[in-house]
C-alpha cells in the first residue's frame, strides 16, 4: 500500500513538468507550421514569377520578331523607289507569314495623299490587267469620301484575298490613328495608335498595327517638314493579340493561369494627346472564377509595345502551384517540431536529473581527451619527421636531376654547339646564307644553353657545392642585382664548413627571408651577420623596412615563416622573428654545429654548362 502511493504521488510531481513540455512542444510545431507555409506559398510564388517573366520575354520576342518584319518591308520599298503590287505581291509571299509567323495577318502599303493631290490620286487609283489577275478590285473607290487634309490610302494589302474589301479605305480618318501616323512620319519612327483593329476575320478588337513611314528618295530628311515634304506613304502590319499572347501561355506551367493585357498609353509623354483609359487588348479567361485576393498569386509586368505601354496582368490560384506534397509538408514540419522538441525536453529532463552521470560521463571524456591529446602529439611529431625526411627527399632529387640535365642535356648542348661553331666556321666564305643559318643557330643554342643554366640553379644552386660562404654571397648579389637595395654581408669567419643538408637549410632560410623583403618589406637596406661561434652556426637577416603585421604570421596559405622555423626545429636549432611597426624586421636562427662539421670534399660537381 505504501508502495502504490509512494507511485501515486511521483506521477503526480511530474504531470505538471510533462504537461508544460508538451505544451512548449505544440507552440513548437505550430511556429514549425507557419514556417513550412511560409516557404512553401514564397517558393510557389518564385515559380509563379519565373513563369510570368518568361511569358513576358516570349511577348517581347514576338512583338520584336513582327517589327523586324515591318522594317524588312520599309526597306524594301525604300531600295526599290517604285513598288508596284506583283513586286509586293511576290515579296510577301516569300515572307511565307501563315507558318513563319503565325499571329500576322496581313502586310499593307497605304499611300500619303494630301487634300491637294487627291483629284489626281483618285484618277490614278485604278488596277491594271496584271493588278485584277492578283485579286485587286478594278475601280476602287477613297472611303469615307469625307474631304479631309490628310489621306492615308490603302492601296497595296497582302494576303489580299481575306481583305480586298479594305482596298481604298483611308486608315487615318480615325483621329488616334492619324495622330499616330502624323508622329511617326514626322520623326522617322514606328507608330502604333493603340486603337483595336475591327475585322470580320478575328474577334472584335483582338486585332493592332504597325506603322513606319516611308520616304522619296534622294531627299533630305533632317527636319520634321523635310520628312513631311518626302513621306509618300506608311508601310504596316495587322496582327493578332490573342494568337500572339496565347504562345506565350504556354510558357507557364499551369494551366488555371490568367494573362490580362492592356494598353496604358503613349510612353512618349505627348501632351497634346487626351488622356487615355487603358484599353483592355486580351483576357486569357473573361469569364474565369472569382477568388478572393488572399488565394491569387499576382504580379504587373510592363511590356513595351514600340512606344506605347501595355500591362501584363499575371494571376493563378495558389492551390495550382502546390504539389501533393506541399499539402502535407507543414504538417509533417509540424508533427517533427512538437515530435524532436518533446524528445528533446524529455532529454533535458532525463540529463538535468541526472546530475551524477553527467560528472561521470565528463570524467571519462576528459581521459579520452588526455589520451587523444598524447596520440595527436605522436602524430605531428610522425609528421615534423616526415616533413623532414620529405624536404630532404627535395633537395636530394634537385640535386639529381640538375646532374643528369647536367651530365646529358649539358654536354650534349656543348657538343652540339661545337659542331655548329665549326659548320659556321667553314662556311664563313662559301655559302653565306648557310652561313647566316648556322649564326642563328648558334644563338639558339646559347640561349638554350643559358636557360639550362638557369634551370640548374633553379633546382639547386651550384654555388652551394664551394660553401656556405660562397653559396650566401652569391645569393646576396643577385639580390642586390634583382632588387637594387643596399645590402650588407657581415661575414666573421671566411670559411664555414658544415654538412650539405646544414647548408641548404641555410641558403633556403636566406633565400626566403630576402624574398618576403624583396615582396613586404618596402626596405632599403637589407644586412646578412653570419658567424660561428663556441659549436653554432648562426645567421641574422634584419632590414629597415616597415615591420611585419601580427596577422600576417598566421595568414591562411602563408607557409613563408612557418616553413622558415621548421627547417630550424629539424636541426634542433633555435629561431627567432622581431618586428616592430615602421622599424623593420629581423630574422634570428642559430643551429648547433657538435655532430654537424664536416670537411669539405674534391669531388664536388661542378654544373656550369
Given at each position: 500500500?505504501?508502495?502504490f502511493?509512494?507511485?501515486?504521488?511521483?506521477?503526480?510531481?511530474?504531470?505538471?513538468?510533462?504537461?508544460a513540455?508538451?505544451?512548449?512542444?505544440?507552440?513548437?510545431?505550430?511556429?514549425?507550421?507557419?514556417?513550412?507555409?511560409?516557404?512553401i506559398?514564397?517558393?510557389?510564388g518564385?515559380?509563379?514569377?519565373?513563369?510570368?517573366?518568361?511569358a513576358?520575354?516570349?511577348?517581347?520576342?514576338?512583338?520584336?520578331?513582327?517589327?523586324?518584319?515591318?522594317?524588312?518591308?520599309?526597306?524594301?520599298f525604300?531600295?526599290?523607289?517604285?513598288?508596284?503590287?506583283?513586286s509586293?505581291?511576290?515579296?510577301?509571299s516569300?515572307?511565307?507569314?501563315?507558318?513563319?509567323?503565325?499571329a500576322?495577318?496581313?502586310?499593307?502599303?497605304?499611300?500619303?495623299?494630301?487634300?491637294?493631290?487627291?483629284?489626281?490620286?483618285?484618277?490614278?487609283?485604278?488596277?491594271?490587267?496584271?493588278?485584277?489577275?492578283?485579286?485587286?478590285?478594278?475601280r476602287?473607290?477613297l472611303?469615307?469620301?469625307?474631304?479631309?487634309?490628310?489621306?492615308?490610302?490603302?492601296?497595296?494589302?497582302e494576303?489580299?484575298?481575306?481583305?480586298?474589301?479594305?482596298?481604298?479605305?483611308?486608315?487615318?480618318?480615325?483621329?488616334?490613328?492619324?495622330?499616330?501616323?502624323?508622329?511617326?512620319?514626322?520623326?522617322?519612327?514606328?507608330?502604333?495608335?493603340?486603337?483595336?483593329?475591327?475585322?470580320?476575320?478575328?474577334?472584335?478588337?483582338?486585332?493592332?498595327?504597325?506603322?513606319?513611314?516611308?520616304?522619296?528618295?534622294?531627299?533630305p530628311?533632317?527636319?520634321?517638314?523635310?520628312?513631311?515634304?518626302?513621306?509618300i506613304?506608311?508601310v504596316?502590319?495587322?496582327?493578332?493579340?490573342?494568337?500572339?499572347?496565347?504562345?506565350?501561355?504556354?510558357?507557364?506551367?499551369?494551366?488555371?493561369?490568367?494573362?490580362?493585357?492592356?494598353?496604358?498609353?503613349?510612353?512618349?509623354?505627348?501632351t497634346?494627346?487626351?488622356?487615355?483609359?487603358?484599353v483592355?487588348?486580351f483576357?486569357?479567361?473573361?469569364?474565369?472564377?472569382?477568388?478572393?485576393?488572399?488565394?491569387?498569386?499576382?504580379?504587373?509586368?510592363?511590356?513595351?509595345?514600340?512606344?506605347?505601354?501595355?500591362?501584363?496582368?499575371?494571376?493563378?490560384?495558389?492551390?495550382?502551384w502546390?504539389?501533393?506534397?506541399?499539402?502535407?509538408?507543414?504538417?509533417?514540419?509540424?508533427?517533427?517540431g512538437f515530435?524532436?522538441?518533446?524528445?528533446?525536453?524529455?532529454?533535458?529532463?532525463?540529463?538535468?536529473?541526472?546530475?551524477m552521470?553527467?560528472?561521470?560521463?565528463?570524467?571519462?571524456?576528459?581521459?579520452?581527451?588526455?589520451?587523444?591529446?598524447?596520440?595527436?602529439?605522436q602524430?605531428?611529431?610522425?609528421?615534423?619527421?616526415?616533413?623532414?625526411?620529405?624536404?630532404?627527399?627535395?633537395?636530394?632529387?634537385r640535386?639529381?636531376i640538375?646532374?643528369?640535365?647536367?651530365d646529358?642535356?649539358?654536354?650534349?648542348?656543348?657538343?652540339?654547339?661545337?659542331?655548329?661553331?665549326?659548320?659556321?666556321t667553314?662556311?664563313?666564305?662559301?655559302?653565306?646564307?648557310?652561313?647566316?643559318?648556322?649564326?642563328?643557330?648558334?644563338?639558339q643554342?646559347?640561349?638554350?644553353?643559358?636557360?639550362?643554366?638557369?634551370?640548374?640553379?633553379?633546382?639547386r644552386?651550384?654555388?652551394?657545392?664551394?660553401?656556405?660562404?660562397?653559396?650566401?654571397?652569391?645569393?646576396?648579389a643577385?639580390?642586390?642585382?634583382?632588387?637594387?637595395?643596399?645590402?650588407?654581408?657581415?661575414?666573421?669567419?671566411?670559411?664555414?664548413?658544415?654538412?650539405?643538408?646544414?647548408?641548404?637549410?641555410f641558403?633556403r632560410?636566406?633565400?626566403?627571408?630576402?624574398?618576403?623583403?624583396?615582396?613586404?618589406?618596402?626596405?632599403?637596406?637589407?644586412?646578412?651577420?653570419?658567424?660561428?661561434?663556441?659549436?653554432?652556426?648562426s645567421m641574422?637577416?634584419?632590414?629597415?623596412?616597415?615591420?611585419?603585421?601580427?596577422?600576417?604570421?598566421?595568414?591562411?596559405?602563408?607557409?613563408?615563416?612557418?616553413?622558415?622555423?621548421?627547417?630550424?626545429?629539424?636541426?634542433?636549432g633555435?629561431?627567432?622573428?622581431?618586428?616592430?611597426?615602421?622599424?623593420?624586421?629581423?630574422?634570428?636562427?642559430?643551429?648547433?654545429?657538435?655532430?654537424?662539421?664536416?670537411?669539405?670534399?674534391?669531388?664536388?660537381?661542378?654544373?656550369?654548362?
Open positions: 500500500m505504501a508502495a502511493l509512494g507511485a501515486k504521488q511521483l506521477i503526480s510531481r511530474a504531470r505538471p513538468v510533462l504537461s513540455g508538451v505544451l512548449l512542444s505544440l507552440g513548437i510545431g505550430g511556429v514549425f507550421y507557419w514556417a513550412a507555409s511560409q516557404t506559398e514564397y517558393d510557389a518564385e515559380r509563379f514569377l519565373h513563369q510570368a517573366q518568361n513576358q520575354y516570349n511577348i517581347n520576342s514576338r512583338i520584336n520578331a513582327y517589327t523586324d518584319v515591318l522594317r524588312g518591308a520599309a526597306s524594301y525604300h531600295a526599290a523607289g517604285q513598288v508596284d503590287r506583283a509586293f505581291h511576290r515579296y510577301v516569300g515572307l511565307d507569314i501563315e507558318h513563319q509567323f503565325p500576322l495577318d496581313n502586310i499593307n502599303y497605304a499611300q500619303y495623299v494630301t487634300a491637294a493631290s487627291r483629284a489626281a490620286f483618285e484618277r490614278s487609283l485604278r488596277a491594271g490587267p496584271a493588278e485584277t489577275a492578283l485579286g485587286y478590285p478594278e476602287p473607290a472611303s469615307p469620301p469625307e474631304p479631309r487634309a490628310e489621306y492615308w490610302v490603302l492601296t497595296m494589302i494576303p489580299l484575298a481575306e481583305f480586298r474589301e479594305k482596298i481604298g479605305r483611308d486608315i487615318g480618318f480615325r483621329a488616334p490613328v492619324a495622330r499616330a501616323l502624323a508622329q511617326g512620319r514626322d520623326h522617322g519612327s514606328l507608330s502604333a495608335s493603340g486603337t483595336p483593329i475591327d475585322s470580320v476575320h478575328q474577334p472584335a478588337g483582338a486585332g493592332l498595327a504597325l506603322r513606319l513611314p516611308v520616304y522619296r528618295n534622294g531627299l530628311l533632317t527636319t520634321a517638314e523635310e520628312r513631311r515634304d518626302a513621306c506613304g506608311s504596316g502590319i495587322g496582327f493578332s493579340v490573342p494568337r500572339l499572347v496565347q504562345a506565350a501561355l504556354e510558357q507557364i506551367q499551369v494551366r488555371d493561369a490568367r494573362l490580362v493585357l492592356y494598353d496604358s498609353g503613349d510612353t512618349h509623354g505627348n497634346q494627346q487626351p488622356q487615355q483609359q487603358p483592355r487588348l483576357d486569357s479567361q473573361p469569364h474565369g472564377p472569382a477568388l478572393r485576393p488572399g488565394d491569387l498569386f499576382n504580379v504587373v509586368l510592363p511590356i513595351d509595345f514600340n512606344g506605347r505601354h501595355w500591362n501584363a496582368y499575371f494571376s493563378a490560384p495558389k492551390a495550382s502546390y504539389s501533393r506534397f506541399d499539402t502535407w509538408l507543414p504538417w509533417l514540419a509540424m508533427g517533427c515530435t524532436g522538441s518533446l524528445l528533446f525536453f524529455l532529454l533535458f529532463h532525463t540529463l538535468s536529473s541526472s546530475r552521470r553527467a560528472v561521470k560521463m565528463a570524467k571519462e571524456m576528459t581521459r579520452e581527451l588526455r589520451n587523444s591529446q598524447a596520440r595527436l602529439q602524430s605531428h611529431l610522425r609528421l615534423r619527421r616526415l616533413a623532414a625526411h620529405a624536404d630532404q627527399i627535395k633537395e636530394q632529387e640535386k639529381r640538375a646532374r643528369e640535365i647536367h646529358d642535356l649539358g654536354q650534349n648542348l656543348l657538343v652540339l654547339r661545337i659542331d655548329v661553331d665549326m659548320l659556321c667553314r662556311t664563313r666564305h662559301r655559302h653565306p646564307r648557310l652561313h647566316a643559318r648556322a649564326q642563328h643557330m648558334l644563338g643554342i646559347d640561349r638554350t644553353i643559358k636557360s639550362v643554366r638557369h634551370i640548374i640553379n633553379d633546382l644552386p651550384t654555388v652551394l657545392d664551394l660553401g656556405l660562404n660562397a653559396a650566401v654571397e652569391w645569393q646576396i643577385q639580390f642586390r642585382q634583382r632588387s637594387g637595395m643596399v645590402c650588407e654581408l657581415v661575414e666573421h669567419q671566411p670559411d664555414i664548413r658544415i654538412d650539405d643538408h646544414c647548408a641548404t637549410a641558403f632560410v636566406l633565400q626566403e627571408s630576402l624574398s618576403n623583403i624583396l615582396q613586404h618589406a618596402n626596405a632599403s637596406l637589407v644586412r646578412v651577420d653570419l658567424r660561428q661561434d663556441d659549436g653554432m652556426l641574422t637577416i634584419s632590414d629597415n623596412g616597415v615591420g611585419l603585421p601580427h596577422a600576417s604570421r598566421h595568414k591562411a596559405g602563408s607557409f613563408g615563416l612557418v616553413g622558415i622555423e621548421e627547417r630550424i626545429s629539424l636541426l634542433g633555435r629561431c627567432a622573428i622581431t618586428s616592430s611597426p615602421n622599424g623593420g624586421t629581423t630574422v634570428a636562427i642559430a643551429v648547433p654545429l657538435s655532430k654537424r662539421a664536416a670537411p669539405a670534399t674534391d669531388d664536388q660537381l661542378d654544373f656550369a654548362v
